[in-house]
């Protein structure tokens, strides 16, 4: 007799217990093994304390219940009884690996013939394919420098990745057996820590130093908050509470905005920003795109557009007359707020008195920019936003190390995303479009094979001839991309044909 996870499903209890009235009945010897005094207190909460009425009960570890008919004997495991059932080593190692393989094959049906790929232990090589020997094992083939041939069993395919590199450069493949790599990946190593320690070292000191804090809210605060048009939720006023509650501390602020797309995080910088600005500091908004610096230079300007307040762009798309125009406000005070991309980090930008740094789209910049503006600004308050947070990020901030606000509240009359999944039908394509042209709105379509991605563009124009198109993707040169969702953003085209190029900051 099995009796299963009766205890969780009230439909299996009738069995058992006309199981145990049958054996009870026909003279059996019953033990019930429990594994604590815990396990005993609550069969009996839920079955009664007459369940046990003519039961031998024991203390033990028991994983499987099993009966001896000739003697009249069962004995049950409340591992069954409470359907926590025990696997064995030799089942866990082989489910793992199981799941090891099949996460390595699926790593190498990512890389295609002729990619890079680094081994763990012989370095930078040039996938081939995979065949499979005369033992009937998959093996994948990597050459390496001066035509030598690595084979690599598919099971330990997690050694191997994807090589990415910086800068466009290819690098040399590495030879077999040259001791090159393991000096390279040792330097590589003591370079990571050094650089952790540098991460942690500045951490500290962003601890144990003083800041700058803002002065209360004034009337102009209130004026500013009230003149906001939208209902706040109440997720976004604590954030907005939380971070000025930070400002006016003297503890410089490390605070992390998290809440989905849409939830009004970009109102929490804009507050901030409008405090420290109007406290007699200045504020700076870093992003990762020209077009969401932009999209920010014009949300901004509208809001403080009331105020004598300069809000100033600073990216590669600007004149050079009006770089070093804002460059000049920004040393000279007369410039309250700029936002701009990595340009904000270069070496010519001097503030007079930076009093807030915000970060938007956090998870688009590497460790390198963020901790740079940090180390550039190490006494100010730091405020960064983003939905999906890197682990690093929310790691330091469920540790307690940066402070997090969090926005999980949509905000009123908000309209949720309806996803539909259906097969390829160029009528509901078609339909969906004109839709959305006719209400005056636009359309992102994703196609990820830049190979036929002009194909599919011929292939909407033939449904929707009078659609304006445009593609973007990660082959095109920087410029001629940005001009493209400069171009959407603007609503000078009513598709946006991409890759997954269009996750980049839009």
């Given at each position: 007799f099995e009796a299963g996870d009766f205890v969780l499903q009230q439909n299996k209890r009738h069995v058992f217990t006309k199981q145990l009235a049958e054996w009870n009945?026909?003279?059996?010897?019953?033990?019930?093994?429990?594994?604590?005094?815990?396990?005993?207190?609550?069969?009996?909460?839920?079955?009664?304390?007459?369940i046990l009425a003519g039961i031998e009960t024991s203390l033990g570890e028991l994983a499987h219940g099993f009966t001896v008919p000739n003697i009249k004997l069962a004995v049950l495991s409340s591992a069954e009884l409470f359907g926590r059932y025990?696997?064995?080593?030799n089942r866990k190692n082989t489910h793992l690996e199981h799941q090891r393989r099949a996460r390595a094959q699926t790593d190498i049906l990512d890389i295609e013939k002729g990619d890079l790929v680094v081994h763990t232990e012989y370095g930078v090589g040039r996938f081939q394919d995979i065949s499979v020997d005369i033992d009937g094992t998959e093996e994948i083939s990597i050459r390496y420098r001066d035509g030598a041939i690595l084979c690599v069993p598919i099971d330990q395919a997690h050694l191997l990745a994807k090589y990415v590199g910086m800068g466009g450069k290819e690098p040399q493949l590495t030879k077999l057996g040259d001791a090159k790599w393991a000096r390279t990946r040792k330097a590589a190593e003591s370079s990571i820590m050094d650089y952790a320690a540098q991460l942690l070292r500045l951490q500290a000191q962003r601890q144990t130093l003083k800041g700058k804090g803002h002065p209360p809210d004034t009337k102009w605060m209130w004026e500013f908050e009230n003149s906001f048009r939208y209902t706040e939720t109440p997720d976004q006023l604590t954030a907005i509470q939380d971070a000025k509650a930070d400002m006016e501390s003297l503890k410089p602020m490390d605070r992390l905005i998290c809440?989905?797309?849409?939830?009004?995080?970009?109102?929490?910088?804009?507050?901030a920003a409008f405090k420290a600005v109007t406290g007699g500091k200045q504020a700076a908004i870093l992003v990762p795109t020209t077009v969401l610096a932009e999209q920010h230079w014009r949300t901004f300007r509208e809001r403080m557009s009331d105020y004598?307040?300069?809000?100033?762009?600073?990216?590669?798309f600007r004149k050079p007359k009006e770089i070093r125009e804002t460059l000049r406000g920004l040393?000279?005070?007369?410039?309250?707020?700029?936002?701009?991309?990595?340009?904000?980090v270069s070496n010519d930008v001097n503030f007079k008195n930076l009093g807030v740094a915000i970060i938007d789209e956090e998870q688009r910049f590497g460790v390198k920019h963020k901790e740079k503006f940090k180390e550039l600004f190490s006494g100010i308050d730091l405020m960064t936003l983003s939905a999906t947070p890197i682990p690093r990020t929310l790691y330091l901030s469920l540790m307690g190390t940066r402070d997090m606000s969090t926005i999980d509240t949509a905000p009123p009359n908000k309209v949720p995303v309806k996803t539909s999944i259906c097969g390829y039908d160029e009528r509901i394509i078609r339909t969906a479009i004109t839709r959305e042209m006719d209400r005056g709105g636009q359309t992102f379509f994703l196609h990820n094979r830049v190979k036929t991605i002009e194909m599919m563009r011929?292939?909407?124009l033939?449904?929707?001839?009078?659609?304006?198109?445009?593609?973007?993707?990660?082959q095109m040169e920087k410029d001629e991309l940005e001009q493209v969702m400069r171009t959407f953003v603007n609503g000078d085209a009513d598709i946006l044909l991409a890759t997954t190029i269009i996750e980049s900051g839009i």
């Open positions: 009945t026909d003279g059996w010897s019953i033990h019930l093994i429990f594994s604590n005094n815990g396990e005993i207190e609550r069969f009996t909460e839920l079955m009664g304390d007459s025990q696997v064995s080593n809440g989905d797309v849409g939830f009004g995080k970009t109102e929490v910088a804009i507050r004598p307040i300069r809000v100033e762009l600073l990216n590669r040393a000279d005070g007369s410039v309250d707020i700029v936002i701009g991309t990595h340009r904000l011929d292939k909407i033939a449904l929707v001839p009078n659609a304006k198109i445009v593609i973007g993707h990660g």
